[in-house]
């Protein structure tokens, strides 16, 4: 089994893994943990540590809380192997023998949200610009300039978007992020699910800066070409942080497409074990979701295509299957309807795992869009969906940053101008409803009068 492992090393040492100008390897932090097969190519993360209000609850993701990368304070995360057969014995054998080990996580393998079912495409993208406000967005100045837009996925080629747009875009490899032993420079990946989702999000953001990191490149024993490693999105949000934290204050924008999850248990301890990550706030990915998102970033992820009335085939979890961070309160979980406004069948419902209340919104999807994998294939899956709520986000982002309209007061604006669906109010199918442009910059004006 592939797990994380964190530690509690000296402060020095964490002091180096966290500094980006320095780096330490996992033989500097954890050389020789007993029973483990370490991954020497991985880099080691510096995992912030949750700091509750007064009384509050530093496992729970639902108070308030900051997060402290003080050396005295973060911790080290290295990823590795245990036997499958002996997992259980020797977690119990390696939190006993080494005091400096904090805790031992699923390390989980995520896969794209692709869609189930031959359908063809309803509708194009231009319906979907038109959908999501478009043309209202641009006369307002929303056009998603000087907004950082990260996609994460199984990488972007910059070519092939740009030639379905019709017009060139801003890819920014300079603040892109790589995966060890993934080959490929950003922008420059084959044509597959990240390029897709790359198109979507620039339908409603045509004017941000696409920050390209291929997760879903990640190569282990037995995988795909399109799954990746846990581990690797905990290093990518390390990375964002750093981009958002570089960026001037006035103007801190940051939003970030997570079209992927975990689709089985397979890969994760049981739940109620304290590794478990499809129900734990403790795991160390969902303390970053956390962490990124309380530091400014909107972090937006899809809920999976696991709806009833056409379930994925690779959906393992007998219920509840929006799980992890896909669930997680601080993050925008996407479902998706197609642009007549019908709930597409394999949409996932709720209620969520890390957070009853799930998904939150619905946006578009199943439509003739970026050609990634064929002119007659739509782009589909709440893997679209997500990208094209993402682009929305980004445009208001424009003059909207972070520090004059917080990520958890756009979320609530979001939900609140939302056009509901179904069941008055929320609903598992559709969250609080389908987004709707009109309602957010109304709201957006109010808000600037006020």
Not at 425 to 442: E, I, N, S
Request: aromatic share 6%; net charge negative; charged share 20%.
């Amino acid at each position: 089994m592939r797990v994380m492992i964190q530690l509690r090393p000296s402060p020095d040492l964490v002091a180096a893994v966290a500094d980006p100008e320095r780096t330490a390897s996992t033989a500097d932090v954890a050389d020789g943990l007993p029973g483990v097969e370490l991954d020497a190519g991985f880099t080691p993360v510096a995992l912030p540590r949750p700091l509750p209000a007064a009384g509050g609850d530093p496992l729970s993701l639902r108070g308030p809380l900051d997060f402290s990368m003080a050396a005295e304070d973060a911790s080290v995360l290295v990823r590795g192997t245990l036997p499958d057969d002996e997992t259980a014995t020797r977690v119990a054998m390696l939190l006993a023998l080494r005091p400096d080990v904090a805790g031992v996580f699923a390390d989980p393998v995520i896969e794209s949200s692709l869609t189930c079912g031959g359908d063809p495409p309803v509708g194009d993208w231009h319906d979907v610009e038109r959908l999501i406000g478009g043309p209202e967005l641009r006369a307002e100045g929303l056009d998603g300039s000087g907004v950082a837009l990260a996609v994460l996925d199984t990488g972007v080629n910059a070519a092939h978007t740009a030639r379905r747009l019709g017009r060139d875009f801003t890819l920014d490899a300079r603040r892109s992020w790589v995966p060890a032993g993934v080959r490929g420079r950003p922008g420059e990946f084959e044509v597959d699910h990240g390029t897709m989702c790359a198109f979507d999000a620039l339908i409603g953001a045509p004017r941000a800066s696409v920050i390209d990191i291929p997760v879903l490149l990640s190569r282990r024993p037995g995988g795909s070409a399109i799954d990746g490693l846990l581990s690797d999105a905990v290093a990518a949000f390390a990375h964002l942080r750093t981009v958002l934290q570089d960026q001037p204050a006035a103007s801190r924008a940051l939003v970030v497409s997570n079209s992927w999850g975990s689709f089985s248990p397979e890969w994760d301890f049981p739940v109620g074990h304290p590794g478990n990550y499809s129900d734990g706030p403790a795991h160390p990915f969902n303390v970053m979701v956390a962490a990124l998102e309380r530091a400014g970033a909107d972090v937006l992820f899809a809920a999976g295509n696991c709806g009833t009335q056409c379930r994925d085939g690779r959906c393992a979890f007998p219920d509840r299957p929006i799980v992890g961070a896909n669930s997680h309160p601080q993050a925008l979980s996407v479902g998706g309807v197609d642009v007549r406004g019908h709930r597409v069948g394999y949409s996932s419902q709720g209620p969520g795992r890390l957070s009853d209340r799930k998904p939150d919104l619905c946006a578009y999807t199943h439509f003739s869009g970026s050609h990634a994998f064929g002119v007659a294939e739509p782009d589909s899956g709440t893997s679209a969906a997500t990208p094209v709520l993402a682009g929305l986000v980004a445009a208001v982002r424009t003059r909207w940053p972070c520090t004059r309209l917080s990520p958890a007061q756009l979320r609530t604006l979001l939900r609140r101008s939302a056009d509901d669906r179904g069941a008055l109010g929320f609903d598992y199918d559709h969250g609080y409803g389908v987004v709707d442009p009109t309602g957010v910059l109304a709201a957006l004006r109010r808000r600037a009068e006020s």
